[in-house]
Structure formats: C-alpha cells, structure tokens
C-alpha cells in the first residue's frame, strides 16, 4: 500500500475550534493532496501542497509536508458545522498517473 | 453542471445479477478512473483510462470487473455476477493528462447485493 497501516479515524469537536489530521505515506511523491468528502457526494480537492512546500494555506486552511519523514497533515482554524466531512490525503506514485487514498479521517464539528 | 456524472445513484441487484454502472467525464478531460468506496478499505483503485485506453485494471478486481470506455465521454463499469461483498460505493472520477493533480469525481453510485 503507498500509505502507512491507518484505519478510518473519527474526531468529535465543537464548532470554532482548531482541528489537524495527519497522515504518512511510504514512497517518495511530489505532491500531496488533500480531499473533502461530505455526505452523498464525491471527494472535492481542497488543498495541494508539492514537495517543494513546507507549508501551504487556503483561507482556513493549512497543509503542510515533510518528505523527511513522508508526512503530511491538514489543519483547520475555527472550524464550522459545515466542515464535517471525511478529509482523506492522497498522493501519486512517480511516472503513474494514479491517485492513491488514505483511509480518511472522519470529522465532525457540533454546532 | 459540467462535472462527472454517475447513473444510477443507487442500485440494488441480487446475487449473480450484471450490473453495469455509468459515467460521464468532465468535457474535455482525457484520464477516467473508477473506485470503489468501502468503509474498511477505503477507496481503492478499479480502472484508469487515459484517452479511452485502459492503462491499469486495478489487479485483484480482474475477475469479475469490467471496466470499458468506448468513447471520451462515456465509461460503464460492469461486475458480473454480483456478490454481496461487492456492495460499496463506486465512485467515477476524471482529470486532464496531465494535471492529475486535481480529480473530479462524481457523487458515486451506492451499490446493495443481496
């Protein structure tokens, strides 16, 4: 498996507060993505960060990479009700143009 | 909305049943794959295609999967039979070659065998 041994995991918190998830992966890549999936839908990207990037932001948002130790983790500041998805990190082998999954972190943020 | 289509959202069948799933790419785009969403396994890859050629058929699904493309902006996924273990959700996804740095999926087809 290109990610390490990971079960799906669950977070509870409430609403307005800091969460991060993190995930490790076993073979060298150039890039990390990060997806979001709500209820009933399909994973959306909502942040990617290359190997050249310690840190990534977007609004809310922070990613950051450690090809060093192959681990990349997702941070969300002063998070919404609306937040609650399941966050999987995926990342593609070198020269094979497939994405490959974690198992997801499972969050939910309580109004 | 020009995303990825999937059809139908939901299917049941019974043991030993085909079913085939349906995709619609986003316009333009030349890679489509398949998943299948489980809660144990998680995603798993079933079948890349890049510009209509198979390139990866996701190894352990060989037998009883099959995935085809006969045109760019088209895919169906057939399983055959059916099992019980093969319900999950599958899920279509597309990209630009490229760039796939960034898949569009569809909202999936939830499938129950029974």
């Known amino acids: 498996s290109q990610w390490g041994e990971e079960n799906l995991q669950a977070l509870s918190i409430q609403e307005g507060e800091d969460v991060t998830m993190n995930c490790s992966y076993k073979?060298?890549?150039?890039?990390v993505q990060w997806y979001r999936q709500k209820s009933g839908k399909g994973p959306a990207l909502i942040i990617l960060?290359?190997?050249?990037?310690r840190e990534k932001r977007s609004g809310r948002l922070r990613a950051t990479l450690d090809t060093s130790s192959q681990s990349s983790s997702l941070s969300i500041t002063g998070t919404l009700a609306t937040d609650t998805a399941v966050y999987f990190c995926?990342?593609?082998?070198?020269?094979?143009?497939?994405?490959?999954f974690g198992s997801g972190t499972k969050l939910t943020v309580e109004p | 909305d020009a995303g990825v289509t999937q059809t139908p959202r939901h299917e049941v069948a019974e043991k030993g049943q085909t079913i085939i799933l349906k995709c619609e790419p986003v316009s333009g785009h030349n890679d489509l794959f398949w998943y299948r969403q489980t809660k144990i396994q998680g995603l798993e890859l079933l079948s890349y295609f890049r510009s209509k050629s198979l390139m990866e058929d996701g190894g352990a699904f060989k037998d009883r999967f099959k995935a085809e493309m006969l045109n760019s902006s088209f895919s169906t996924l057939k399983i055959q039979p059916t099992e019980p273990k093969d319900s999950a959700v599958y899920l279509c996804?597309?990209?630009?070659?490229?760039?796939?740095?960034?898949?569009?999926f569809g909202h999936g087809t939830k499938l129950s065998v029974l």
């Open positions: 073979t060298y890549t150039t890039v």
């Open positions: 996804a597309s990209s630009f070659m490229d760039t796939n740095e960034r898949l569009f």
């Open positions: 995926a990342t593609e082998w070198p020269n094979y143009n497939v994405l490959y």
């Open positions: 960060i290359r190997s050249n990037e």
